[in-house]
């Protein structure tokens, strides 16, 4: 009985492993990857974000000097 249970904790450690390895590759931005040969090369594709421009006026009746 206590094989039975050494194996299930087995398979769901490799089963939430292979989860875990599947949700950061689909969130990822590699273009490219090469996993063995490469050990683990990823080619990304960032795009450029513009940050946005804040003007900073003073509210109306302050007093700033």
């Known amino acids: ?8 904790v087995l398979i769901t450690t490799v089963a939430a492993a292979c989860i875990g390895v599947i949700s950061q590759i689909q969130h990822s931005r590699c273009v ?9 090369d ?6 450029d974000v513009q940050e946005p421009v804040v003007p900073i006026t003073p509210a109306s009746g302050s007093h700033v000097e």
């Open 42 to 47: 990823c080619t990304r594709s960032v795009p």
């Open 1 to 8: 009985m206590a094989d039975l249970a050494g194996v299930a």
């Open 32 to 40: 490219k990857l090469k996993v063995c040969w490469g050990m683990c």
